[in-house]
Structures are given as C-alpha cells and as structure tokens.
C-alpha cells in the first residue's frame, strides 16, 4: 500500500454559486450527475455537479473559479476509459456536448484538428476521402473520444507497428489548473510565459538524477502508467507530458493529430502453439518483420471458444497454449502475401501450426475466433461479475510467458475463472477476471489480487497500464510499481502544474488513504 495513504480523502465542499459569468449548462440535479457517476470500468463516483462548458473559455473560467475555491475539476469525454480516470467526487467537466467536432483534414501535411469529444471513428471517416487514419485503434474506436485516447496514450491492436498515441499529437490546447489557456507544439518550447514557467520547474526537477531515470525507466515497449517524465528528457516537448496524463496536468480543448496512409492490402497469419515458451519466442521472431498486428489468446481463452463451438470456421485444437494473430499490411496483394510466407518461414520449428489468409473473408473467419469471446464471457459469467481490475498489465516481451503464468498463479489461487487475450507483442495483457459477489470477502480477495499482481509486474520489470492509463483504480500502485524515487517526481511535476491539486486528484497520483477499489461499483 502506498505509504501516503494515512486516512479518507476530505469531502468535495462546492460553493452556492455557479462560476460568475459561466455560458454553459451547470446542474447538481441528481439524475444528471448519475449520469456522470459512471463509465466502461468498474467504478463509481457520484460528481457535486456537472458543468458543461460552451467553449475553451468557458473552460479557462471554470478553472479560474475551481482554484480559487479549491473544487476538484473532473474532465470527461465518452466515458469509455476503463480505470476510473473520467469519474470523481468533484465538478464532472463535460467536454464532449460543444466539443465533438472534427476540424479541418490537412491531407499534404497529414494532420487532422480535433476537439477533444471528437471520437476517433468519426476522425477516420473524415480522413478516409484522403487514404488517410489515425492509426492507434483501442476497440473502442467508435465510442472512444480523441480526449480520452490523448488523455490515456491509448494504444490498440496496431500500436505494435504504429506506436501508442503520443507520437501522433502535434499540438495541445490545453486550460492549466489556473485557468490559463495554452497551446503547445513539438518542437517549440513554451510558447506561453505561464508554461515556461511551469517547465522550468519540471526541468529542475528532471535535473537532479535523469542518468537514474532512464535507467530506472521501464523497459517495455508501451506504457500508460505515472507521467512520461522519459519521454519529455528526450524531446523537451511539454506535448509529452500532456499526452497520458489523465487531465491531471490540464484540460484538453483541442488538438492537431498526425495521420497515416491506410494500407492496401492486409494479410493474415494464425499461429497455434502448444507450449507458452513456444509463443514468447514467436513474438521475438515476429517483431523483426514489422507486422501491423500480434494479438493473442491464450488458453482460457481458446477453451472458451472451442467448448461454446463459436469455431465454426476454424475449427480449435484441444491442448492449445497460445494463438498469435500476426497481421502484415502492403502496398499491394503480391507485397502482403510475399510478407505472410515470411512469417510461415520465420515460425519453422517454432509454431505447431501456421495458417495464412490473403482473402478478406477468410481473414474475417480467422479473426472470428478472437472477436468471439465478449458475449461468451458474459455467458460464462453466469451469477459471476466480470471485472476489469488487472486488465491492462504490460511487461518486456521476453517476459511474456512468466507474465502469464503469473497471472495464472495468482488467479488459481484464488480460485478466479478468467480470460487472458491481448497484444503479445507489445508484451500487454488483458485479463477479466470472474467474480461471485455473493461470496464474503469477494471485494477484500479482488483487491488482494490487484496488490499481488502488481508485485509480479514490477517484478518482471513492466507496469499495470499499457494503454488505459493508471485512473483511480491503479493510482494506489503507483509506488509499488515505479518505486518511491521515481514516485516523488511524479508527485513534483503534478504539483508544479497543479499546486492546488484541484485537476482529477486521485488520478495517477493517490489520494491519502485511497485504495484500488474504494469506488467500485459492485455490492
């Protein structure tokens, strides 16, 4: 447990009169601050009133006014982020009713404007008249908002090639914790006084012990855990910062996102494996050739499929450790299908079994095995709740298979059925685990599960959050993965954004006394 921890956060006191001169819609009906309590994850936390801005200056207002009265501000989008990272006892900031626009498409420069409520599958249709995507695609892409994907350096099925969303944000409009509002672009550094200043204290910061940083960073291939503090040493962008952090650090208004050509041709390569060591070493095998995909299930998973006979088109094996879904893009049929022999070469030896799919529709049946899974799990569940409290965890590659067999441990142990799939080579898992609630002392088990894992991971040298950021649910592990040295950064940048600590407290950073599961929903 994080050491700060030392009693309940204090109750959100909110001042009898809305911010002087606010143009937006401001209630603390209760219905409506339901409606704001919850999200894709697990917890809840009933908000003391939502605002919903007109504009970028109605945000700037509505800082000014938090920090002034000390009212935790909790900005929010679409509400799909899983770990609790758009929910809070504070004012919910909607900034997705006046900003879901998606601005003008640049397709010379390949660049997009957004507004923060703007989801990432409206951004692709606008793209997609220029050949044209933003290429970091969480499952979510339809409901997800560019808010929430920047908010969380969001990743997907296709960062393994493309990277997760940092590197393709040009610019932030972003509303500090004092209501001043900034942009802020690679490559210039503070362009705003307000800013300098703020990043002449991160500097000073940084300075100290950068040489142990780096070398106590993480070495793992994505991550959405603490504040990129590596990642700003090397550029000097404050863009950096800002991405991954939650609205910890600022309010998102705007931003101006890179885009990627969409590809030609894509091609398929399913991959069986009878033992786990069989798999990690596929994945080591398969990075050199650059694939655009190298998702896997492993055996919960196929189990779960095969015995439901959601396999029709592709019939599973019994005894099957692993399935690696490797897919290749192109600039033509020929490219792609010179690129799948590649991976069969590169598997001689390796895999059990390797099929290819050139055809669409035969892509399609492979990848029906993979997409089956989230109605079986609900019916699997049965009287069970499945959760998503260990479901972002990210390790080295060559740590894969020890990660999973951790996970099987711990979940054995405890005797939690679960489902274990995700991105193998990124070296990021997802595990939803199967809870009775009706069983005493499910809450304490799950929570003791979290503290468990999370010990395995720092471990194995990864974090807890890959893609879905660190939110109120991770936060308290903060220490436990990151260790105390590289925690207190964290805590002295926040506090140079945020001194106040009114910008989503409790996110990334622990409150005193706060625990993983504090808000969750369930019992």
Request: glycine content about 12%.
């Amino acid at each position: 447990m994080n050491p700060d921890a030392r009693g309940p956060a204090p109750p959100v006191t909110l001042p009898a009169d809305p911010p002087r001169g606010f143009r937006g819609e401001w209630t603390v009906d209760e219905a409506r601050r339901g409606a704001f309590s919850e999200h894709a994850g697990i917890l809840r936390a009933l908000p003391v009133a939502v605002a919903v801005p007109a504009d970028a200056d109605d945000v700037a207002g509505l800082a000014r006014w938090a920090a002034e009265h000390g009212v935790a501000l909790i900005p929010r989008a679409a509400g799909t982020g899983m770990p609790g990272g758009n929910v809070g006892p504070g004012v919910a900031v909607d900034l997705r009713t006046h900003f879901g626009r998606v601005g003008t498409v640049d397709a010379e420069r390949r660049t997009a404007r957004v507004q923060p409520g703007a989801t990432l599958g409206a951004l692709n249709r606008a793209a997609a008249a220029d050949g044209l995507q933003f290429p970091v695609d969480p499952s979510s892409a339809e409901r997800a908002s560019m808010g929430g994907i920047i908010a969380n350096n969001s990743g997907g099925a296709h960062t393994v090639r493309y990277g997760s969303a940092r590197g393709w944000i040009q610019s932030v409009d972003v509303v500090l914790a004092d209501g001043t509002p900034v942009t802020t672009t690679r490559g210039a550094r503070g362009e705003h006084p307000r800013l300098r200043e703020i990043l002449d204290q991160v500097d000073a910061i940084l300075a100290e012990d950068p040489v142990r940083l780096e070398a106590r960073w993480p070495r793992v291939r994505k991550n959405s855990s603490g504040y990129a503090l590596r990642e700003y040493l090397r550029s000097g962008d404050a863009v950096d910062l800002f991405v991954g952090s939650e609205g910890t650090l600022g309010m998102l208004t705007g931003a101006t996102v890179r885009l990627a050509p969409v590809p030609a041709a894509r091609g398929l390569a399913l991959l069986e494996f009878t033992a786990l060591e069989a798999a990690g070493a596929a994945v080591h095998r398969i990075l050199p050739l650059q694939p655009a995909t190298c998702e896997m299930i492993d055996r919960t998973f196929i189990d779960l499929v095969r015995e439901s006979g959601e396999d029709p088109g592709y019939p599973l094996r019994a005894g099957l450790e692993a399935i690696l879904f490797v897919e290749m893009e192109g600039d033509s049929d020929a490219e792609v299908a010179g690129k799948l022999e590649a991976v069969r070469a590169a598997m001689a030896g390796v895999a059990d079994r390797v099929s290819l799919a050139a055809d669409p529709h035969e892509q399609e049946r492979f990848w029906h095995v993979r997409h089956a899974a989230s109605p079986l799990i609900a019916r699997m569940a049965g009287a069970r709740v499945s959760m998503q409290f260990i479901e972002d965890g990210v390790v080295p590659v060559d740590r894969l298979a020890d990660y999973i067999r951790l996970l099987r441990e711990v979940l054995a142990r405890h005797g939690l059925p679960a489902v274990i799939f995700g991105h193998a080579g990124d070296g990021n898992l997802h595990v939803n685990p199967l809870v009775d609630i009706a069983k005493p002392g499910w809450r304490a088990e799950a929570e003791s599960i979290v503290y468990e894992v999370a010990e395995g991971v720092a471990r194995l040298g990864g974090t807890m959050a890959g893609e879905h950021g660190d939110g109120r649910l991770r936060a308290p592990l903060l220490e436990t993965i990151w260790g105390p040295e590289i925690t207190a950064s964290f805590r002295a940048v926040k506090d140079a954004f945020d001194p106040r600590g009114i910008l989503n407290p409790g996110v990334i950073l622990p409150l005193p006394g706060q625990r993983p599961l504090d808000a969750i929903k369930y019992g």
